[in-house]
């Protein structure tokens, strides 16, 4: 629950460097969350003919934010800049290839994003 706080609290922080667990973790327990309170819109019956449900909506709003600020400061830790976003056009192979990059380990050291999360701060 650390990491998801961590990320919460970096709401609308676009830039530094997030570690795979912190992405992860953020992920994880947003769609959590996501899911259990789409799961009290259908037992309360507050669901629309569409299928969407007031709680699960606001959820999703509210998660929309720092979940593309965490994607993007992943990116930012395997050294790529937020553009590589715009392959999501691509239907299945740009998901496909931000998967990837979303996989792989952090660049050692210091980047052009910043140093790496990983290791402590040099005085």
Known sequence: MTWFTIALKKY??????????EY??????????SFVLGLADRATGS???????????LANLFFLIPSLAVLVRRLHDTDRSAWWLLLTIIPFLGWLILLIFILLD????????????KQPAQL
């Not at 992860?24 to 969350?33: G, H, Q, R, T």
């Open 12 to 21: 609308a922080v676009f830039g530094g460097r997030a570690r795979r667990k």
């Open 47 to 57: 669901v629309s003919k569409q299928g969407i449900g007031l709680l699960g909506l």
């Open 24 to 33: 992860w973790m953020f992920s994880i327990v947003a769609f959590l969350i």
């Open 106 to 117: 952090s660049q050692p050291g210091e980047n052009r994003f910043g140093q790496c999360p």
